[in-house]
């Protein structure tokens, strides 16, 4: 394990007044990079009877918090409607937009990558060099991400056109046509230009490494069309004034392409801009191209009686090409009640009771979400000896699955609605479960049929909690002052899971840290239950060991018994799923003043910090944690018994997923404040108002996490919550702005 010698440190300490030489680098400074985000948007509408029109321009230019990261956009929105006629009615909605992306090396990563780096590195010299570790025993891995930043530009630059045409035609009063056809076509063009980035020691002025061996240049193009046309034909009507019907129904049909080619060099000159004929090396490349289609009927009936009791019934038939050729179509059909119970005679005497809604519903929705082609059986490349030769030819690599069809889920809703003393205040309240089954899931099949598996609808899990909103107007005189408070519950349990329930997730030792099985909530962490250091000889010989144990080093539980740690001892050792999610907004408003206060926080549920594989990597390749600098040294210098030896070949067990690295994730941020002025203005046919306003957000967060972001995911996946593996880093950000009404 390299270690800085004492002599090192002493020499380090002795000229730290020569920062160049001897520099001690806080790299969230030096990467940090505090700027301007500036945005203007212009609207002019106007019209008459016969046509109206609204014509909107906007930039947004957001420098980004991070050197050599930033995003641009330009967009024009046009949206014209005319009347034809009496009967008919025409109108386009378009939004044309170019934006350009500029991102930072591992910006998934950085503040991982950041935290990794050596303090004895010089972010970049006076004349523009990089530096790299200097002190003797560092290694010089995972430093300078200000080189890798400039070493590899990545820049995106996308056009984006969004656009509906639609017609509406009524004949007699209510009976409506309606028609529109709408398309997102998306094209971008992003480059990677790996530049060799040398990183120096200036104290003997010799290169030590460069991020990149060479200048490398990749060229991504993707593009892709979605396109949609729907038809409804809807009828209202009244019967004795007290029935009132409403009828619907038409169809929908949707189609999505995309294409992606790759094509990249080696060998580039060493320009600033580099291009794809600079270089006499050979090219690489892939490519690749994909669609779906999907084709829906519907219909819907809402019927109420004398505007209190409520009846919605509707039915969708969907067909999808993902499907296989026997289960491309599923029927969804839904039905909803209410009574608005304060409307009965019966009710007037609650006088502090303004509203009472009770309202159930039962639906079934499909998820045609599963990815291209999973019912197809698939082609693969193998070599097979021909003529006493190998010979490469192709075969079939996966087996194809004819009644892969949708996954669905079954939901139920019970929920109420209640006003007092005038809506001064109100409650909604919701109870949900649903039931998600047909989960696409790879089940066995016998080896016989030359495969082991096939892709099917098999995976089932539950979803219940409850949902409140409440509203109140706290005071409604001149100083107005308003609350918003919603409250969220939720619960998940795994059902099935395949053939033989097997359990998704935490097979490996590292960076694989949820675990989905039946009868439990989805994605709970799955590890080793960390019990502390082996602080001495006796206690080591006492205890159960690993493979790599001895005294100083780490010790997990054993928790089958058997004296030795294992795979065998991993368990569940924390709950992404929060207990309860909420948020709160206050309005106030008092003569021409206004303002907002948002929060938002979450209750209960665990955070696993996967950084800690790395910043307490003991094996010397990393810059760690201050921590560290207590580990076990010997039995006269145990440390502070949280941090094992540094000996190499006993670091293993510490790198594993363990309890260690979980922690309670209780928090809350302020998301929001707001204080607007609107200037009065005296009747003029040229400005009709001026608001001028101030913001800031992300104040802070408090919370029981030590990280960066309580919020901060890995993955989006339901099955893999919770998981900190630093991202691009939460910006706290005042806004001055001026809206102006012409």
């Not at 190998?390 to 194809?400: D, E, L, M, Q």
């Not at 010790?555 to 795979?567: A, F, P, T, Y």
């Not at 021409?592 to 910043?615: H, K, N, P, R």
């Amino acid at each position: 394990i390299p270690v800085i010698p004492e002599a090192t440190i002493a020499e380090w300490e002795a000229h730290r007044n020569e920062p160049l030489l001897y520099p001690n680098t806080n790299w969230l400074e030096a990467i940090y990079n505090p700027t301007w985000r500036k945005e203007n948007n212009v609207s002019i509408n106007g019209g008459n009877d016969a046509f109206l029109f609204n014509v909107g321009l906007g930039f947004l230019n957001n420098e980004g918090i991070l050197k050599g990261t930033g995003y641009d956009r330009y967009n024009i929105k046009v949206n014209l409607e005319s009347q034809i006629n009496k009967w008919i009615k025409v109108g386009l909605n378009s939004n044309i937009q170019y934006n350009v992306l500029r991102e930072a090396y591992e910006s998934g990563y950085i503040m991982a990558c950041l935290a990794n780096s050596s303090p004895s590195a010089l972010p970049v010299h006076p004349d523009g060099r990089f530096g790299a570790t200097m002190a003797q025993g560092e290694d010089n891995q995972g430093n300078n991400m200000l080189a890798f930043n400039d070493g590899r530009s990545i820049k995106t630059n996308g056009n984006k056109y969004m656009g509906k045409i639609y017609i509406v035609y009524e004949p007699i009063k209510n009976l409506v046509f309606e028609g529109n056809y709408a398309l997102n076509n998306n094209a971008s063009f992003t480059k990677t230009q790996l530049h060799y980035t040398p990183m120096w020691n200036f104290q003997t002025e010799s290169i030590i490494r460069s991020p990149f061996p060479e200048n490398i240049l990749n060229q991504i193009t993707n593009r892709d069309l979605w396109q949609s046309f729907y038809a409804s034909v809807k009828y209202d009507f009244s019967l004795w004034d007290k029935h009132n019907v409403k009828v619907l129904t038409g169809f929908n049909t949707e189609k999505f392409r995309q294409d992606y080619s790759l094509i990249g060099r080696g060998g580039m000159p060493d320009f600033d801009e580099f291009q794809i004929n600079l270089s006499t090396s050979s090219p690489w490349g892939s490519g690749w191209a994909e669609e779906w289609s999907l084709v829906s009927w519907f219909a819907r009936l809402n019927y109420d009686y004398m505007g209190k009791y409520l009846l919605s019934v509707s039915f969708r038939r969907d067909g999808c090409s993902r499907f296989g050729l026997n289960a491309k179509w599923a029927n969804f059909p839904s039905v909803s009640a209410g009574w608005i119970a304060s409307d009965e005679s019966f009710m007037e005497r609650f006088d502090r009771l303004s509203y009472l809604k009770l309202r159930g519903s039962y639906g079934v929705v499909g998820n045609y979400n599963i990815g291209n082609y999973n019912h197809l059986a698939t082609i693969g490349t193998y070599n097979y000896v021909f003529n006493n030769g190998i010979a490469a030819g192709r075969g079939t690599s996966g087996i194809g699955n004819a009644d892969l069809t949708w996954e669905t889920t079954k939901q139920v809703d019970l929920g109420v609605d209640l006003g007092l003393f005038n809506d001064r205040v109100f409650l909604v309240y919701d109870y949900y479960w649903k039931k998600t089954d047909g989960l696409l899931y790879q089940i066995d099949i016998p080896y016989s049929s030359g495969f082991g598996n096939i892709q099917s609808n098999i995976g089932e899990f539950r979803f219940w909690g409850h949902e409140i909103g409440l509203e109140t107007k706290n005071m409604t005189g001149k100083f107005k002052w308003n609350t918003s408070l919603n409250l969220t519950f939720n619960r998940n349990k795994a059902m099935k899971l395949g053939t033989n329930n097997t359990p998704i997730g935490g097979n490996n030792n590292q960076e694989d840290y949820n675990r989905t099985e039946v009868g439990k909530p989805l994605g709970l962490f799955y590890g080793y239950v960390y019990d502390g250091v082996f602080m001495t000889q006796e206690e080591y010989e006492a205890g159960p060991k690993h493979a790599s144990s001895m005294v100083g080093t780490v010790r997990m539980k054993d928790l089958n018994g058997d004296n030795v740690i294992d795979n065998n001892d991993r368990t569940f050792i924390g709950d992404p799923n929060p207990d309860c999610i909420f948020g709160m907004t206050n309005t106030f408003s008092w003569k021409d003043f206004d303002a907002s206060i948002v929060f938002t926080g979450s209750l209960g549920g665990d955070i696993i910090d996967g950084t800690y594989e790395w910043t307490e990597n003991i094996d010397g390749v990393f810059n760690v944690r201050k921590e560290v600098a207590e580990r076990w040294r010997s039995e006269d210098n145990p440390g502070n018994g949280y941090i094992p030896r540094t000996r190499t070949g006993t670091t293993e067990l510490f790198r594993y997923t363990n309890s260690r690295w979980v922690f309670k994730n209780n928090y809350i941020t302020l998301k929001n404040i707001t204080l607007g002025y609107t200037i009065p203005m005296k009747s003029n046919p040229y400005i009709k108002g001026i608001r001028v306003y101030g913001s800031a957000q992300n104040l802070f967060t408090l919370g029981s996490y030590p990280g960066m972001n309580p919020e901060v995911n890995k993955n989006t996946s339901g099955l893999y919550q919770g998981v900190d593996h630093t991202t691009y880093p939460v910006a706290r950000i005042y806004t001055i702005g001026l809206n102006v009404k012409f």
